[in-house]
């Protein structure tokens, strides 16, 4: 007779385990984004969604975009993974930044003219952010870039959301895969960060760095996206 004891070991030897097999710069986004294989090396999952999350960009090492619960994109989707299958993931994660003396505005991805994208436009009175009376945040903006400054990234923190059933277990379980890149050459340089690791820390500003810090609603997120829904890149701004 096996014992309770035994049972969980059992379970537990037979769970989903789920492993970055190989990271590559993402095929939609460029370095803007990152483009993951996944394999699962324990029992069979099912109904697997990935999301994609960004927590923190950073801009010329000044400027700082938190965001905490802001925007999610629904990524991709899949009924079965079984035991030593793989999929992949691929996400863009950073947004991007353009500025002139009056105002500016954030877009999430390298930015394209004339496309709609998502948002956050602000104006600038002495280097100072505010936003415009009654503006909804984030807003759909086509942007045509005339008279405005890129504002490089230089790091960007973000996360793979995988949720995931197993046949014995009856709860949505979720497994997070935390994603850091840094500019140290042309290009962002992504890696694979332990979930233990916190999130970048903000840029050095001196006196003419801003921080912006975007929040969703407490326990919800604040827009959802489709995957590929930000519209063309300019990969690896």
């Not at 927590?55 to 079984?82: C, G, Q, S, W």
């Not at 929040?215 to 930000?230: D, H, Q, R, V, Y």
Request: hydrophobic share 40%; net charge neutral; proline share 7%.
């Amino acid at each position: 007779m096996v014992g309770f004891g035994g049972v969980v070991l059992s379970v537990y030897a037979v769970r989903p385990v789920l492993s970055v097999s190989s990271l590559n710069t993402s095929d939609l986004h460029g370095a803007n984004g990152a483009k993951l294989s996944i394999t699962n090396s324990g029992m069979k999952i099912r109904n697997v969604k990935v999301q994609c999350v960004v927590n923190k960009v950073l801009f010329k090492n000044i400027h700082t975009l938190e965001m905490d619960r802001f925007a999610v994109v629904n990524e991709y989707a899949v009924p079965d993974v079984a035991t030593g299958e793989a999929f992949t993931a691929d996400c863009g994660f950073a947004w991007s930044m353009w500025t002139k003396p009056t105002d500016g505005f954030l877009l999430f991805g390298g930015g394209a003219a004339g496309v709609p994208q998502l948002g956050i436009p602000f104006l600038l009175n002495n280097g100072n952010p505010s936003f415009a009376p009654n503006a909804s945040i984030p807003v759909i903006l086509k942007p045509d870039f005339v008279g405005y400054s890129y504002n490089q990234v230089t790091g960007v923190d973000g996360s793979f959301v995988l949720a995931y059933t197993w046949p014995i277990s009856w709860i949505r379980h979720e497994h997070v895969i935390h994603m850091i890149a840094r500019r140290t050459t042309e290009e962002l340089s992504w890696r694979v960060a332990p979930n233990s690791e916190p999130v970048i820390p903000d840029a050095q500003p001196g006196k003419d760095g801003i921080k912006f810090t975007a929040t969703g609603t407490p326990g919800k997120w604040g827009i959802e996206l489709a995957g590929g829904s930000e519209g063309p890149q300019q990969p690896g701004r």
